[in-house]
């Protein structure tokens, strides 16, 4: 029972424009969601986090928005960079269980010259 | 700072045999988590601990244990090896009190043949 779900598995996209990376989760109980870039033979990097109190937050060119209606957030990088081709992960966590995170299967991102 | 470091960063195995790796948090955290990532299954967390304690654990068999030293390095151990137990162990340190956000090592991989 995946609680994170990213539902693409890759995305390409050309460097300068947006990249948009969408996670789901089912969970209602989750209250802080992180995205984290992982390449090759390293660990997860940490990127931006939002609260559940908050619907966006934004760090330089990343903007994470979140929809807890839909139970849905996405990542947006602006502009693109082909030093952005990683593998991200949409991670969710909630009060009762802070160092126990949730992740999502990964979505892996290529930013093309 | 230091990041979190993890030693060693590869490791062979044979099934049946047990393994203990390590991991050093960044200076003034007080939580370390550990996750492994298989290709199949992605990244699961296998248990957290904090103040020496453990805090929070996932769904691994008992075969999977770890502890943490007052100096916050902990180490985690998996008896009995098996073949399905190759993968990259991960840890990640927090302050555990006022922050979600977890800060990976480099990952220890491990195989076991």
């Known amino acids: 029972d995946q609680q994170v779900k990213q539902n693409s598995p890759s995305l390409s996209v050309q460097e300068g424009r947006i990249s948009i990376l969408n996670c789901d989760y089912t969970?209602?109980?989750?209250?802080?969601f992180l995205w984290y870039k992982k390449y090759p033979a390293e660990g997860p990097t940490f990127l931006i986090s939002i609260s559940s109190i908050k619907d966006k937050n934004e760090d330089g060119r990343f903007t994470v928005f979140l929809n807890k209606s839909a139970k849905h957030l996405s990542l947006h990088i602006v502009p693109s960079q082909p030093g952005d081709s990683a593998v991200y992960f949409c991670?969710?966590?909630?009060?009762?269980?802070?160092?126990?995170?949730?992740f999502g299967k990964g979505t892996k991102l290529s930013v093309k010259p | 700072k230091a990041g979190v470091t993890q030693t060693p960063r590869y490791l062979i195995k044979t099934r049946g045999q047990q393994v203990t790796l390590s991991c050093s948090p960044i200076s003034g955290h007080r939580s370390v988590s550990w996750y492994q990532q298989t290709p199949g299954q992605g990244l699961q967390f296998l248990f957290e601990y904090f103040s020496e304690t453990q805090r929070n654990k996932g769904n691994f068999p008992g075969r999977f244990s770890g502890r943490q030293f007052s100096n916050s390095r902990s180490e985690m151990n998996v008896s009995t090896l098996e073949l399905g137990d190759s993968a990259l162990y991960l840890c990640?340190?927090?302050?555990?009190?006022?922050?979600?956000?977890?800060?990976f090592g480099p990952g220890t991989r491990l195989t076991v043949t």
């Open positions: 990640a340190s927090s302050t555990g009190t006022d922050s979600y956000e977890q800060y």
């Open positions: 991670a969710a966590s909630h009060g009762g269980s802070q160092g126990n995170l949730i």
């Open positions: 969970n209602s109980m989750f209250d802080y």
